[in-house]
């Protein structure tokens, strides 16, 4: 193989596990905090292209702008249905059952699943949308010509992760997420506002989605029916990364861009998502905690 | 209300569902009533196993599996729908025994997000062999089953094949779950550890309950391509998974017929409102928050609800 072509591989490799762990952290934030299975992350994702789209198609804003304008959007929604319908909903509980997910969160969520898409085609239309970036040009890295616009993006999922793990580690906010997802009475015990964290977390948890959904735009099109494959892809990284561990979340969405990027090539089709999906089957027989993953 | 008073409703209920179509002949109705018994079945199986505490999201993976080995044996080998049927659940709890072994091992949120891929891959699966599935475009002109002369491509003789289906399956989840098998599933869901300390091979129990469920949505599928006369990859995916589960959900997850008045309301809902084409879907996961929110029981705990709001 081409040394160039290996090189450009590999970035896009980075980029796309860059962007879903991204979309991964949020969803494992959410269900470590709010302790809500997000089933409705991957049509987060697809609302953040939209919003995406029309801030930079229709309104004619930068790039840059555009991505923290879906990012912000998402981030309001996140904390409107935290407050609005999985704070009440969380106290419901039908059943006594030892179940470590909460049941009618994810009844409501697996509903808002089935009722954004109509919403995106009713606002949107069935029609893909593409989104120009704007950035131009191509970069010399060793051998190899890199796309500027690509290196962008890869470049700005990686921030966002790497600010994101840096605010749960060193914030204060931060920190009392960590606490609250290691342990929620000792958490509420230290003072930490529960209601306050699990709203933050659907925050940063859609924020994140709204963005990746932004990011993603110029490389793919926009489309009401990219929610569900998203979140697919979404499901592997967690179960890959596991939950607890932001640094083992990224080390899950580079091993799926990398399974998914060279898989495309050398075999195409459905055969990568198939063969991430085997191994996660057995990386789960041996570790039933994911990777690095703990409890 | 009492055992003997619950008996005498269902046999009413099968009784009036058994001349239905003596009153109309509109195939249309028929049609309906129909795919809510295969549903209703659907969603009575997979109560099995969320009651026995195992977070399955990917009933409708064994489903696709009933559905595309009856279809291909039917329409490329010319097998009869009668041997099929037998081949189709036993294929699905051998397989269901072999992955539940493994899945079952993984806790919490592991297991539902194994089992919610587990639907979407074995889409993936069918889309990536055409050459025996038809890949996306998949098979169509699905036969009628026939036996003794009589050809069940007929609405009415369908109809009443599906509804014999359903009775059977039902009561049969009925009798497991009111037997020492069901009460050690619900002891399961209500504390894994202890039961494994008083001596229940949990995984063994959480296998069964994983392969019987499965049996039956992999006879569901079998029975549904046939009522539909095509099959294709979309019909099994996520989306086929979510809404057993959510009529399940609808009907309420207290008592086993909870699952299957869900489908009937589930169902005739969505055929309500299906003049509004793409908001279809919307409306029902709408309804499905203001029923968790006012209802959380499900609809079956309805008249106690009302009882409860008269008495005050």
Request: hydrophobic letters at 55%.
């Amino acid at each position: 193989m081409d040394i160039r072509y290996l090189f450009q591989m590999v970035l896009n490799a980075i980029l796309a596990g860059s962007i879903y762990s991204l979309i991964a952290l949020g969803f494992t934030l959410i269900f470590g905090i709010a302790r809500v299975l997000n089933f409705a992350h991957g049509e987060m994702y697809m609302m953040g292209g939209f919003i995406a789209y029309y801030s930079i198609v229709k309104w004619h804003m930068p790039f840059l702008l555009g991505v923290a304008v879906a990012s912000l959007g998402m981030a309001v929604l996140g904390i409107a249905l935290e407050k609005v319908l999985f704070r009440p909903i969380r106290l419901i509980r039908p059943l006594e059952m030892d179940t470590e997910t909460e049941f009618p969160t994810v009844v409501v969520a697996l509903a808002l699943a089935l009722i954004f898409p109509p919403i995106a085609v009713a606002m949107f239309g069935t029609t893909e949308k593409g989104v120009p970036s704007g950035i131009e040009g191509v970069m010399p890295i060793g051998p190899a010509l890199i796309s500027k616009e690509r290196l962008t993006i890869a470049a700005i999922g990686l921030a966002l992760f790497l600010g994101l793990f840096l605010f749960i580690r060193y914030h204060r906010e931060g920190r009392a997420l960590n606490a609250v997802a290691q342990d929620r009475v000792a958490a509420i015990l230290q003072g930490i506002n529960l209601d306050r964290a699990s709203s933050m977390s659907f925050a940063i948890g859609l924020g994140l989605a709204g963005a990746a959904g932004g990011l993603l735009a110029p490389l793919y099109y926009v489309d009401p029916t990219m929610g569900p494959p998203a979140l697919l892809k979404t499901f592997i990284v967690v179960i890959l990364g596991g939950i607890g561990s932001v640094p083992a979340t990224l080390l899950g969405g580079l091993l799926f861009g990398f399974i998914e990027v060279f898989g495309r090539i050398t075999l195409g089709g459905n055969l990568p998502m198939l063969i991430s999906f085997l191994l996660v089957m057995v990386f789960l027989i041996i570790r039933p905690r994911g990777i690095l993953g703990h409890d | 209300m009492t055992k003997l008073n619950q008996f005498l409703l269902m046999l009413f209920m099968l009784v009036v569902l058994a001349v239905v179509p003596l009153v109309t002949h509109d195939q249309y109705h028929l049609y309906i009533l129909s795919r809510i018994f295969i549903w209703g079945t659907m969603a009575v199986s997979l109560f099995l196993t969320i009651r026995t505490g195992l977070f399955n999201l990917g009933h409708a993976a064994f489903m696709a599996l009933g559905a595309y080995i009856s279809a291909i044996l039917v329409t490329k080998l010319s097998v009869s729908f009668w041997v099929t049927l037998p081949i189709a659940g036993i294929m699905s709890v051998l397989l269901s025994s072999l992955i539940g072994i493994i899945m079952i091992r993984l806790k919490g949120m592991y297991f539902v997000l194994v089992t919610a891929s587990l639907c979407e891959v074995v889409k993936l699966i069918i889309a990536s062999f055409p050459k025996y599935t038809g890949g996306y475009s998949g098979i169509h002109g699905i036969p009628a089953p026939e036996i003794f002369g009589i050809d069940f491509g007929g609405k009415i003789a369908f109809y009443y094949l599906v509804l014999f289906f359903m009775a059977i399956s039902v009561i049969f989840c009925h009798r497991v779950w009111h037997s020492e098998i069901g009460r050690i599933f619900r002891g399961i869901a209500a504390n894994d550890g202890l039961s494994e300390s008083v001596g229940i091979p949990t995984v063994s129990y959480k296998v069964m309950s994983f392969a019987t469920a499965s049996f039956f949505a992999s006879l569901c599928g079998s029975m549904i391509i046939h009522l539909s006369g095509t099959i294709d990859p979309l019909m099994f995916g996520s989306v086929a998974s979510v809404n057993s589960f959510l009529y399940m959900v609808v009907g309420g997850i207290g008592s086993i017929f909870g699952p299957l008045i869900g489908a009937a309301v589930s169902i005739l809902i969505e055929e309500v409102f299906r003049f509004m084409l793409q908001f279809t879907p919307a409306i029902f996961g709408a309804v499905v928050i203001v029923i968790l929110i006012f209802l959380p029981g499900g609809i079956v705990t309805f008249p106690k609800r009302l009882g409860d709001l008269l008495r005050l």
